[in-house]
Antibody
Framework: QVQVVQSGAEVKKPGASVKVSCKASGYTFTGKNVHWVRQAPGQGLEWMGRITPGGGGTRYPQRFQGRVTVTGDTSTNTVYMDLSSLRSEDTAVYYC??????????WGQGTTVTVSS | QAVVTQEPSLTVSPGGTVTLTCGSSTGPVTSGHYPYWFQQKPGQAPRTLIYDTSNKHSWTPARFSGSLLGGKGALTLSGAQPEDEADYYCSLSYSGASVFGGGTKLTVL
C-alpha cells in the first residue's frame, strides 16, 4: 500500500527544536519531491519547503530560511523536517506530501506540534 | 515573496456551478506556475484535486475541472454536491518555491 506515515505529536518549549519524520512505504522517495506544509489552528496552509531525496536539493521559503531544514535518508526512505527556535506561532499541524505517480498524490496524516511554556 | 489570492468564501446551490480563482501578485497566472488545487474537510489532511493547471487524480470527481481564466488559475465545480462543502486551497510555484493562497470556504446551500 502506497502511503507516508509521519511521527507522533510533539510538545516543545519556546526556543527548542522539533524534528518530524515522514516515512514512505510502497514506493521510494528517491528522485521525487517531498514537501512540508503546515496549518496553524483555524488557519490556512503554509508551504515550508521541499527536498528531492537522492541529491535533488532543497528549497525553502524566504521566511523560514535558516530556521527549517529538510533532510532525507534514502536508506530508510524517510524525510525529516527540523524546525528550530520554536515560538508559540509555530503551533500547528505539519504535513508531508509527496509525488508518487505525480501531482502530490500522497499526503501524510499530519503531526501536531505544540509550542508552550 | 509573492502573494496568492483566493476568494475567502463562496456559496453554491446544490447542482449549481461555481468557479474559484487563484491570483498572483506578480502578474497573470500561467501554466508555468503549475497551479494546484487542494480540498480539505474539517479534521482531515488536504488532498490534491488538480495539479499542473488541469490534471486530475483518479479520485478527483469529474465535476471538478481546472483551467486558466482571465489571468488567474481557476477551479470550476459543475453540479455541486453537499459533500463538496469544504475549504479549497490553491498553490502556485515561483521558480520551484510554492506559495499557497489563503483558501476559499465553499458552502453548498
Amino acid at each position: 500500500q502506497v502511503q507516508v506515515v509521519q511521527s507522533g505529536a510533539e510538545v516543545k518549549k519556546p526556543g527548542a527544536s522539533v524534528k518530524v519524520s515522514c516515512k514512505a512505504s510502497g514506493y521510494t522517495f528517491t528522485g521525487k519531491n517531498v514537501h512540508w506544509v503546515r496549518q496553524a489552528p483555524g488557519q490556512g496552509l503554509e508551504w515550508m519547503g521541499r527536498i528531492t531525496p537522492g541529491g535533488g536539493g532543497t528549497r525553502y521559503p524566504q521566511r523560514f530560511q535558516g530556521r527549517v531544514t529538510v533532510t532525507g535518508d534514502t536508506s530508510t526512505n524517510t524525510v525529516y523536517m527540523d524546525l528550530s527556535s520554536l515560538r508559540s506561532e509555530d503551533t500547528a499541524v505539519y504535513y508531508c506530501a509527496s509525488h508518487y505517480e505525480g501531482g502530490l498524490d500522497v499526503w501524510g496524516q499530519g503531526t501536531t506540534v505544540t509550542v508552550s511554556s | 515573496q509573492a502573494v496568492v489570492t483566493q476568494e475567502p468564501s463562496l456559496t453554491v446551490s446544490p447542482g449549481g456551478t461555481v468557479t474559484l480563482t487563484c491570483g498572483s501578485s506578480t502578474g497573470p497566472v500561467t501554466s508555468g506556475h503549475y497551479p494546484y488545487w487542494f480540498q480539505q474537510k474539517p479534521g482531515q489532511a488536504p488532498r490534491t484535486l488538480i495539479y499542473d493547471t488541469s490534471n486530475k487524480h483518479s479520485w478527483t470527481p469529474a465535476r471538478f475541472s481546472g483551467s486558466l481564466l482571465g489571468g488567474k488559475g481557476a477551479l470550476t465545480l459543475s453540479g455541486a454536491q453537499p459533500e463538496d462543502e469544504a475549504d479549497y486551497y490553491c498553490s502556485l510555484s515561483y521558480s520551484g518555491a510554492s506559495v499557497f493562497g489563503g483558501g476559499t470556504k465553499l458552502t453548498v446551500l
